[in-house]
């Protein structure tokens, strides 16, 4: 159940986050030499594709994915661009290779390591997969985990620190990380499996805590600046809809239509998440670690869809197997039985 946005959803909230990086960093044109980015279907850019057999591609590996830009899928959970390619644009930089792929270039001896690489994986927990293993909980995705992408990343870095400690710290210092958005797919597959929302809330601060020590570590390895989203309303996706959804009218908030328990885990995520960044900041003084609030930015796509353009509404998904929200796990958009005519622009999801 991957989490999509439409290409002009992204562009929207990557103008967001773009404003509070200009406000908390004094930061032109070159200010940034590579961007990395971590995470999951919000920020992968093909990583799980490139992990898939050839001939058993994801949905997000087939049409009508990427149509809007690319004209073709790229392997982004999007009909254009993520926003993690938004940012790259916006800082004059190429947009951040999967690092599947960079290390087939390197096999091959064509790698350019300079601008960056994307270690993101579409449904990538922060928790590894293990600890949900033993709960009974299964993700039928990815094992590729918050660790486990900061693992590629040290690889990589053992890499660029052959040619030099100074070369090294300089470009880790000058590079722009986006770390995130992770945690959907921690409650997604757990309430998939059976998990109630009592035990789901106490994988919260767990989740917080693998995010928060990440931050850390990159700050701790040199990264001067850190991007960390928190989680998006799921309670307003197609996806929860459909799996959720509820006859009580008290499920649901009046203003939106989204499922009020749902977003209120994700406001919960949300604010241990900015509470752990604040106690970052105190110890990391030198550095720059932003708290992008996809939340806030969002909702008010929510709240007023037609007010941004999207005539189609925010609640019902654009491509998909059918049904009231068109969505249907069996027949992902791409996948046979998914249907999608429309102008994707017309859709937040």
Same mark, same amino acid.
């Given at each position: 159940?991957?989490?999509?946005?439409?290409?002009?959803?992204?562009?929207? %909230?990557?103008?967001?986050?773009?404003?509070?990086?200009?406000?908390? #960093?004094?930061?032109?044109?070159?200010?940034?030499?590579?961007?990395?980015?971590?995470?999951?279907?919000?920020?992968?850019?093909?990583?799980?594709?490139?992990?898939?057999?050839?001939?058993?591609?994801?949905?997000?590996?087939? @049409?009508?994915?990427?149509?809007?830009?690319? $004209?073709? @899928? =790229?392997? *982004?959970?999007?009909?254009?661009?993520?926003?993690?390619?938004?940012?790259?644009?916006? &800082?004059?930089?190429?947009?951040?290779? @999967?690092?599947?792929?960079?290390?087939?270039?390197?096999?091959?001896?064509?790698?350019?390591?300079?601008?960056?690489?994307?270690?993101?994986?579409?449904?990538?927990?922060?928790?590894?997969?293990?600890?949900?293993?033993? !709960?009974?909980?299964?993700? @039928?995705?990815?094992?590729?985990?918050?660790? +486990?992408?900061?693992?590629?990343?040290?690889?990589?870095?053992?890499?660029?620190?052959?040619?030099?400690?100074?070369?090294?710290?300089?470009?880790?210092?000058?590079?722009?990380?986006?770390?995130?958005?992770?945690?959907?797919?921690?409650?997604? $597959?757990?309430?998939?499996?059976?998990?109630?929302?009592?035990?789901?809330? =106490?994988?919260?601060?767990?989740?917080?805590?693998?995010?928060?020590?990440?931050?850390?570590?990159? %700050?701790?390895?040199?990264?001067? =600046?850190?991007?960390?989203?928190?989680?998006?309303?799921?309670?307003?996706?197609?996806?929860?809809?459909?799996?959720?959804?509820?006859?009580?009218?008290?499920?649901?908030?009046?203003?939106?239509?989204?499922?009020?328990? #749902?977003?209120?885990? #994700?406001? +919960?995520?949300?604010?241990?998440?900015?509470?752990?960044?604040?106690?970052? *900041?105190? %110890?990391?003084?030198?550095?720059? #670690?932003? &708290?992008?609030?996809?939340?806030?930015?969002?909702?008010?796509?929510? !709240?007023?869809?037609?007010?941004?353009?999207?005539? *189609?509404?925010?609640? !019902?998904? !654009?491509?998909?197997?059918?049904?009231?929200?068109? +969505?249907?796990?069996?027949?992902?958009?791409?996948?046979?039985?998914?249907?999608?005519?429309?102008?994707?622009?017309?859709?937040?999801?």
């Amino acid at each position: 159940m991957a989490s999509s946005c439409s290409n002009l959803t992204c562009t929207i %909230l990557t103008t967001f986050i773009v404003l509070v990086i200009n406000l908390n #960093v004094q930061c032109s044109l070159g200010c940034y030499t590579a961007i990395f980015g971590f995470g999951d279907s919000l920020t992968d850019t093909g990583n799980l594709v490139l992990l898939s057999p050839p001939d058993e591609p994801p949905h997000m590996g087939l @049409p009508p994915y990427g149509e809007t830009f690319f $004209h073709r @899928p =790229t392997g *982004r959970s999007s009909d254009g661009r993520l926003v993690i390619d938004f940012m790259a644009e916006y &800082f004059g930089l190429p947009l951040a290779p @999967p690092y599947i792929g960079v290390v087939e270039e390197e096999i091959s001896g064509v790698i350019n390591y300079i601008k960056g690489a994307n270690y993101a994986v579409v449904g990538a927990p922060a928790l590894d997969i293990a600890f949900y293993e033993e !709960r009974g909980i299964h993700n @039928p995705i990815t094992n590729f985990s918050l660790r +486990y992408q900061l693992e590629w990343f040290n690889d990589l870095l053992l890499s660029l620190c052959k040619k030099s400690s100074n070369y090294c710290n300089e470009f880790v210092k000058r590079s722009l990380v986006v770390l995130g958005p992770f945690g959907g797919n921690d409650y997604t $597959h757990s309430f998939l499996s059976g998990a109630g929302i009592d035990e789901v809330n =106490t994988f919260v601060p767990l989740v917080v805590n693998a995010i928060a020590s990440a931050t850390k570590e990159l %700050l701790e390895i040199g990264v001067g =600046t850190i991007v960390v989203p928190g989680i998006l309303p799921s309670g307003c996706t197609s996806a929860y809809f459909s799996n959720y959804g509820s006859s009580n009218k008290e499920d649901y908030d009046p203003e939106t239509g989204c499922l009020i328990w #749902v977003n209120q885990l #994700v406001e +919960y995520l949300n604010q241990l998440l900015q509470m752990q960044l604040n106690q970052i *900041r105190d %110890l990391h003084p030198h550095a720059t #670690v932003i &708290f992008a609030d996809f939340y806030s930015a969002a909702m008010p796509l929510f !709240r007023s869809p037609q007010t941004y353009g999207f005539s *189609r509404g925010g609640l !019902r998904a !654009r491509c998909g197997g059918g049904g009231a929200y068109n +969505y249907n796990s069996s027949a992902q958009c791409g996948e046979a039985g998914s249907t999608g005519c429309d102008d994707p622009s017309l859709y937040v999801n």
